[in-house]
RNA sequence: UCAGACGGCCGGGCGGCCGCUGGCCCGCGAGCGAUCGCGGGCUGGAGGAAAGUCCGGGCUCCACGGGACUACGGUGCCGGUCAACGACCGGCGGGGGCGACCCCAGGGAAAGUGCCACAGAGAACAGACCGCCCGGACGGCUUCGGCCCGCCGGGCAAGGGUGAAACGGUGGGGUAAGGGCCCACCGCGCUUCCGGCAACGGCGGCGGCACGGCAAACCCCACCGGGAGCAAGGCCGAAUAGGGGUGGACGGCGAGGCGCCGAAAGGCGUUGUCGCAGGGGCGGUCCCGCCCUUCCGCCCGGGUUGGCCGCGCGAAGCCCGCAGCGAUGCGGGUUCCAGAGGAAUGGCCGUCCGUGCCCGGCAACGGGUGCGACAGAACCCGGCUUACAGGCCGUCUGGCGCC
């Protein structure tokens, strides 16, 4: 698979995926742990141990569509930011967007989705 | 300059770093293959409403027998535009505004049924509360002319009052008082003629008023209408239930075929080939018509998970010209302009713009800080409706000021 000389996964993190089946996503609500931070909340379970993967979910329940997408892309773009430095793999993780999502600071953002991490237990 | 009417347009700009996703090119890799993955370069990437899903189409599949009846839904002044429409344009009629202009679900109420609350005397072939007028007898007052109050009989519907609406309106004549009782004008109905393609309008004549309103109450009339939707539909493709072929088994009635027995009539056996009956289907009902309809073994081709296509060159956008009051049409030039699929267009920063607040300043201004509407393509078009911070342009109307 990997060649030896190959451009290769550049990070020795992770080879991350989008988690996008119901039933992944109804295995991790059902089996996994919870953390809720104001800006989100994660469900974190063991997945394929050779990698990473994440799905999120943004509820009709926060907003119009305008409002839910771009709570979505803040978390995509929370999870693209901080999760290779981490170096955690095989999980699939799960991150909720919630009412304060959009509008909460970029930076307080990323440190709720590290205090999950932790709380979770995906990073010690 | 203020107030207002109508039409059109924009809906943050520029730049940097890190990402996402479509296309093209190059290189590499995986797979029998359809295809997929990785790296690099170039390049494209939300809206005027993308929204609500209220109409009309394209596209796709299904039903696409004949006849009759019934039901259901929609539209509703006239002419035009359009692929089509319930949309749009131009008119007509009615209503509102000083005006520019705006609004109208605008066929039929002499086919029938029904409704018209409350108030009010009376609400549909109505009615007399207050009131007006005439006559009568009794009582009271009297300046002896009469007057007033109550009562009885009769006439009237003008005035008051109720109501959304009171059985034409205004004015005059007439009358005891009144009344289309009579007259003029207006309204209403019928109508000759004229104008207009038409809706309708105009001049005149006749009718003495009859025919209240509601059809977004039922209804009547005219016209229109198959169903479902891209999760449509198509292609590639494991395991298990259903389809075609083939072999075997069973059968409610009849016919036919085949075999055997018999001279023959006929009998016995066998056979899913045909018909009938029974059951079911063809938008609702009926008639005719058509189609389907048992079980087990073997072989062959095809649906769900998944992948790909459908999936953007189009009733297309922009700029001119011509025709038309206009909707729009015709002609020429030019551009290629999003295609996801748990769903790409994001995160952070700088600067400018608009605006609120604070500080300094007489002010111009400077500094700091916050905010920037409604809203996210999901097969595609034409409309309608609804939401929207702030701003720009044009035409017009009324008032005030100036020349």
């Given at each position: 698979?990997?060649?030896?000389?190959?451009?290769?996964?550049?990070?020795?993190?992770?080879?991350?995926?989008?988690?996008?089946?119901r039933?992944?996503?109804?295995?991790?609500?059902?089996?996994?742990?919870?953390?809720?931070?104001?800006?989100?909340?994660?469900?974190?379970?063991?997945?394929?141990?050779?990698?990473?993967?994440?799905?999120?979910?943004?509820?009709?329940?926060?907003?119009?569509?305008?409002?839910?997408?771009?709570?979505?892309?803040?978390?995509?773009?929370?999870?693209?930011?901080?999760?290779?430095?981490?170096?955690?793999?095989?999980?699939?993780?799960?991150?909720?967007?919630?009412?304060?999502?959009?509008?909460?600071?970029?930076?307080?953002l990323?440190a709720?989705?590290?205090?999950?991490?932790?709380?979770?237990?995906?990073?010690?």
């Amino acid at each position: 698979m990997s060649g030896a000389a190959d451009p290769a996964p550049p990070v020795p993190g992770a080879p991350a995926g989008r988690l996008k089946k119901r039933r992944d996503f109804l295995r991790v609500a059902s089996r996994g742990k919870r953390a809720a931070r104001p800006g989100l909340v994660l469900q974190a379970a063991p997945g394929d141990p050779c990698l990473l993967r994440v799905g999120f979910t943004v509820t009709k329940k926060v907003g119009n569509a305008v409002v839910r997408n771009r709570a979505r892309r803040r978390l995509k773009e929370a999870a693209r930011l901080t999760l290779p430095g981490t170096g955690a793999i095989g999980w699939d993780l799960v991150l909720i967007g919630r009412d304060g999502t959009g509008a909460r600071d970029f930076a307080t953002l990323i440190a709720d989705l590290r205090g999950a991490l932790r709380q979770a237990g995906v990073t010690p």
